[in-house]
């Protein structure tokens, strides 16, 4: 699979992203000045203010710089019928019409009353590439119906799919396109730093405002 043509955020999604992190910040060092000085309310709303403002001019053509993949969405469901269609099992049983759907992005399975698990999971992962696939398999508890589906599923991803790509909530099990992932990967490391560098810049300014 070839990788995706790369576009730039955009300088004006940059300046966003820089007004949303600066209101953070702001938030935080205008609440350390109103517990030092409860009375400067004038202080208060500089503080408040100001990070917004030089996150935006600082950060934003910086953020707006990076390049992210430039995918275009498409609704999944018709392909994903069609390519699945072979496993329909007729009326009141497993069929693509009424196991199969879509909310525009990310494709949703139902294996449920499925025979044939394993070809469907498979035939599946092959869409997984360009749309995120969300198999529906229950708990995995004895008082499922299929107590041994989640398992059964959950074991077959594994020999196919790097797990980073693989997200498990209670009753599903989504697999994601690996540009997904990338970009996860990517939010990730910038709310680590702005999580660690907060404690340093409140600080700071708790030692400039006593």
């Keep these: 699979m070839e990788d995706p043509p790369l ?5 004006s999604t ?9 209101l953070y910040v702001g938030f935080s060092v205008a609440v350390v000045s109103a517990l030092t000085q ?15 403002i030089l996150f935006a001019l600082v950060l934003g ?14 609704n999944p469901i018709q392909k994903a019928r069609e390519l699945l269609e072979e496993y329909n099992e007729g009326q009141g049983n497993w069929r693509v019409m009424s196991h199969v759907h879509s909310d525009g992005r990310t494709l949703r399975i139902d294996l449920n009353n499925l025979s044939n698990i394993r070809g469907v999971v498979k035939t ?6 360009k749309v995120p696939v969300r198999f529906i398999v229950g708990r995995g508890t004895r008082t499922s119906r299929n107590p041994d589906l ?8 594994e020999k196919e799919i790097p797990m980073s790509r693989v997200k498990r909530t209670t009753s599903s099990i989504e697999v994601l396109p690996p540009t ?3 970009q996860v990967e990517k939010s990730n490391t910038i ?5 660690y560098s907060l404690p340093i810049v409140i600080f700071l300014a708790w030692l400039e405002l006593q």
Excluded: N, W
Excluded at 124 to 129: E, F, I, V
Excluded at 150 to 157: A, C, E, F, K, T
């Design 180 to 182: 997904v992932m990338s």
């Design 7 to 11: 576009r730039r955020v955009g300088f």
């Design 191 to 195: 709310e680590k730093i702005v999580l």
């Design 38 to 52: 409860p009375d400067d309310l004038l202080r208060h709303l500089q503080l408040f203010c100001f990070f917004p």
């Design 14 to 22: 940059g300046i966003q992203a820089g007004v949303v992190l600066g």
């Design 61 to 74: 053509p910086i953020l707006g710089f990076r390049k992210v993949p430039d995918v275009e969405y498409e």
């Design 124 to 129: 599946s992962l092959q869409l997984t590439s």
């Design 150 to 157: 989640r398992s059964h599923v959950l074991g077959y991803i």
